[in-house]
């Protein structure tokens, strides 16, 4: 597979590249992902390109936010296949540096975020959004861009980055992307490749099952009997564990009263099913 | 006391000066106090002046880096007198936001530095290098100067400072620049304005005492011996506490074993007297 986009590996050709663009004086955006590239990370780059005039997209499979007994190693790798898919959603660099570009030696500083980061993968993956928060900063410093955008998909991530961009002053546009879905409302996501065909059925009802969670919330009913009910209902369709299925107040993921919702709400869930994590989440 | 420095107090304002000194391609230097200016700050904006086309600094007395029993409400503040230094050692602009504009509400991300803010006064003053780390990431962002001046009269700030920038990839270059000091050595500090006419000539054996345990260690004498010998020394000469007087490894400030020291030392102390705490270091 052949590919034009042009690749670089250092923060020293990053910044020459983009240097050149704001000399031209062209706007700059900012796609930063792990790679393993699917339709949903082809949207933010499409969506960026609206925003600005050129397009750089990072792929980097951050070592510091996956914990002890995660998939870092398995994660999925492709860099062939995602410069073409880049290549043809619009994108005109490729950022790929190595670890070693990233965490040099003697690195040690790490950018934490309080609140938000809290509830949710923050007590289900121990670690995880310190090193978001400290990958994304250094990733927003080295490429310096006018807009960056992100996937709600990862909606507390996006709540994360949001925050961590504004209490560090760091002069970039955030912007959420609405979550590709399959027809089946499967959120699209690199892990999804770890489901087996039997799997791949059983994954589609997380998002029904929020889609209800979310009915039922507007509709008055109790947050936290419908939760419970969430949870009992994806434990007998076949996942092996819910980590949470939790309604909170979407920009601050404060806890809801156990009661009828009043307010914007958004629900959220995370669920084990065989080898994949799986996350999603809806609001209004 | 009249000035014709200009003083800008929100970010906005700050930024609309900054873009326009870069459109005319100018450098732009940054020199970041707590004001209550003294010879030792405009040494720095003097520097900054040397490396730089124009040169801002900026006047924050830092909440967040002081501990709930430290001296933030009784610390020195004197913003006429310190524009009209400023203006004096070719300052071009004046940075002083207030509290509500550098932390807004929800403001809740730290920038942490391990390693190198531990020891010392990351022992004396726990919370102090986060509060530092933090104040300086969002300094840096908010004025993105080409190069940053700090003074070596606080050593472990500046080695944290030059960790951050690199470890967060922020676009500047992080100078040091030597401590200005009395005739009898004592580092000049906003501090020293707490010290009464009978503390100000013991405030000068603080400088006195670290050069000795300097020659001795470079004479290849004990480093615990050494040490233990200042503490009491600075007590006999009046000093109600020795926090440290410490000899370690200049950049990474790593113990050095207990016996005669090789390679480059940095000898740091820190000492109570009256109202005041000291701070002073010296090296090769």
Known sequence: MSTSLPIVRTIADLRARVRAWRAEGLRVGFTPTMGALHEGHLSLVRLARTRADRVLASVFVNPTQFGPNEDFEA???????DAALLASAGCDLLYAPGVAE???????TTVTVAGVSEPLDGIARPGHFAGVATVVTKLLNQCAPDVAVFGEKDWQQ??????LARDLDIPVEIIGAPTARAEDG????????????????VAGRLNQVLR??????????PVAAVEAEAV?????AGFA?????EARVPETLERLGPG???GPIRVLAAAHLGKARLIDNLGD
Do not use: F
């Open 260 to 262: 009828p919702a009043s």
């Open 241 to 245: 564990k819910v980590d949470y299925v």
């Open 102 to 108: 990233m965490y040099p030696p003697g690195a040690s």
């Open 232 to 236: 009992a209902e994806l434990l007998a």
């Open 186 to 201: 499967l959120a699209l996501s690199s892990r999804n490749a770890y489901l087996t065909a039997e799997q791949r059925p």
């Open 75 to 81: 994660y999925p790798r492709d860099e062939a296949g």
């Open 212 to 221: 209800r969670v979310h009915d039922r919330l507007r509709a008055a009913e």
């Open 158 to 163: 996006l709540q994360v980055i949001r925050r």
